[in-house]
Each structure stands twice: as structure tokens, then as C-alpha cells.
């Protein structure tokens, strides 16, 4: 198995721009995640998807960020305008369905680390 | 939200020692899970606790879900140049349409030979 994919790994943009980034979970996994990790906030949850449909966007910042899935095998995160301040490494996880309260592992990708200058 | 206290932040230990890190909570976890990041790639799961009180070890990896489900450990025994890394803790909650993953800010380990 190839593992979760990201894309591109690095991204340089100006203040301003669009920027999307690109993740393929597992095949199989219908629990997707977005996370953003910074060095002053660590790791948070952006967003999660279960079966596509976005179960809680609590952790995205402002309305300058979207995420979709259109479906199982693709999703992508957009922030548009970017700043500067979005500067930060993303990371894409996939699990497999949780039983009840019982964790089921996430298995993150490489991330792409966003530079906006 | 729920918070993690991850101490040390970081740690410069001799090839062969002993590293231990811990995590404590305001809240209450179903689940303690311990990662490590090496530069360029994305977390790593290393144990993963379900019960309070669980002790398990993994190698030279143990780890203890506490008995208050309010905080956890990580030992390495025997340290190696490889085991250089940030270490995570993340505490798990799931249950009333909730499932919550919250990441300690972490422990950057460097090993000297």
C-alpha cells in the first residue's frame, strides 16, 4: 500500500494567491483528516471527513479556508486569499472506521509545508 | 477546548540513556496514543493505551495510560541514534457524535554518539 499521498510536497506562494492542496487516503479508510502544524500551535485538527461528508470544521480558521471530498479516494484543502500567517505544514490522515469509543488509528502523510511570502 | 501539557519540550541525552517524557490533561481520555516524527514525514503511531492503568510496551517503548485517564508516559530505554525524533502524545475522546484527537506539543529528542 502506498500510504496516504500528498501533493505538492512544498508550496511557495505570494500574499494573495490561491493555493490547494491535494491528499489520497488509503484505499479503504473512510475517516479523513486535515491537520496544520505550526512550531507556536503544534498539531491541529483542521477539519474531518467520515464517507465524504464533513462531520466537524470547528478547527478551520477563518472563512479563507475551504476543504472538499468529492469522493472516497480524493480530497483537497484551498485557502484563498493566503497570508502569510498560513504559513505551516499540512498533513492528511485516513483511518478506517472507529467501533464505538475505540480509537482506530490515523496514518498521516508526508504534509506539504506552505511558505507564503 | 482540551488541552495536553507535554514536558519535557526537548531533551539532549548520551547514546545508552534511559528518556522519559510525559503528558497530563484537564480532561478525561478514552484513549492515550504516543507518536514520533521524523524530519519530512508525517507522525508515526509508536503504543497505543485503551484502559487506565494499561501498561505496554513496544521494544524499548513503554508507555502508562494513568490511573486518573488524565495523563500518560513514555519511556525509551537504551537510547539510540535513530530514535531522534519529536515524540507527540495525543489523548482520544470519542462518544456523543463527539471524536476528538488532541496533540501535546511534543518532545524533540536528539541523541548524541
Known amino acids: 500500500d502506498a500510504g496516504v499521498i500528498q501533493s505538492p510536497r512544498h508550496e511557495v506562494t505570494e500574499m494573495g494567491q490561491e493555493v490547494t492542496l491535494r491528499c489520497k487516503p488509503i484505499?479503504?479508510?473512510?475517516?479523513l483528516f486535515w491537520y496544520r502544524q505550526t512550531m507556536m500551535r503544534g498539531l491541529e485538527l483542521l477539519i474531518y471527513f467520515n464517507n465524504n461528508v464533513p462531520i466537524d470544521d470547528s478547527g478551520m480558521p477563518e472563512d479563507r479556508f475551504s476543504a472538499k471530498m468529492p469522493n472516497a479516494s480524493f480530497s483537497t484543502l484551498k485557502i484563498q486569499p493566503s497570508e502569510p500567517r498560513d504559513s505551516a505544514v499540512y498533513f492528511c490522515?485516513?483511518?478506517?472506521?472507529?467501533?464505538?469509543?475505540?480509537?482506530?488509528?490515523?496514518?498521516f502523510g508526508p504534509g506539504t509545508r506552505l511558505t507564503v511570502l | 477546548g482540551q488541552q495536553l501539557n507535554q514536558s519535557p519540550q526537548s531533551m539532549f541525552i548520551q547514546e545508552g540513556e534511559d528518556v522519559s517524557m510525559n503528558c497530563t490533561s484537564s480532561s478525561i481520555f478514552n484513549t492515550w496514543l504516543w507518536y514520533k516524527q521524523e524530519p519530512g514525514e508525517g507522525p508515526v503511531l509508536l503504543i497505543a493505551l485503551y484502559k487506565a492503568g494499561e501498561l505496554t510496551s513496544n521494544g524499548r517503548l513503554t508507555a502508562q495510560f494513568g490511573i486518573t485517564r488524565k495523563d500518560s508516559f513514555l519511556n525509551i530505554s537504551a537510547s539510540i541514534p535513530s530514535d531522534v525524533g519529536i515524540y507527540f502524545c495525543?489523548?482520544?475522546?470519542?462518544?456523543?457524535?463527539?471524536?476528538?484527537?488532541?496533540f501535546g506539543k511534543g518532545t524533540k529528542l536528539s541523541v548524541i554518539p
Open positions: 484505499s479503504g479508510h473512510d475517516y
Open positions: 490522515a485516513s483511518s478506517s472506521r472507529s467501533s464505538g469509543t475505540t480509537y482506530n488509528e490515523q496514518f
Open positions: 495525543a489523548g482520544f475522546y470519542s462518544g456523543a457524535g463527539s471524536y476528538q484527537l488532541t
